[in-house]
């Protein structure tokens, strides 16, 4: 099975950075790409930035959503099992818990699907 950590959240002023952290282990068949993700209580999670492919062999697209293009740039290494989350600039409404995701097929067989970790928390206040 297929384990992500998450790393690096905290408590940080408004206009502050911090940066997230993710790694996968165990046995990926087929990793597409990563990204990440945030909640808050009673509210849907939703993307902040992911860095993916649509096939196997089509190039990785990267994909901010509003809220976080100009300020946060996702990164993820060459096996597409690691990602970093940079966050500049946070503001109060920031505030959630972050969730790292993998896109991947983990066996021959399986379906392509998104695996996430447990999730770090993030708190923007004075």
């Known amino acids: 099975q297929v384990q992500l950590v998450e790393s690096g959240g905290g408590l940080v002023p408004p206009g502050g950075s911090l940066t997230l952290s993710c790694s996968a282990s165990g046995y990926i068949y087929h990793p597409y790409g990563m990204g990440w993700y945030r909640q808050t209580p009673g509210k849907q999670r939703e993307l902040v930035a992911e860095i993916t492919s649509a096939e196997t062999m089509s190039p990785l697209v990267t994909r901010y959503s509003d809220f976080a293009k100009g300020r946060f740039t996702i990164s993820v290494d060459g096996r597409k099992t690691s990602s970093s989350l940079q966050m500049n600039g946070l503001k109060t409404e920031d505030t959630a818990t972050y969730y790292c995701?993998?896109?991947?097929?983990?066996?021959?067989?399986?379906?392509?699907?998104?695996?996430y970790g447990r999730g770090t928390q993030v708190t923007v206040s004075k």
């Open positions: 995701a993998l896109d991947a097929r983990l066996d021959v067989t399986g379906i392509r699907r998104d695996y």
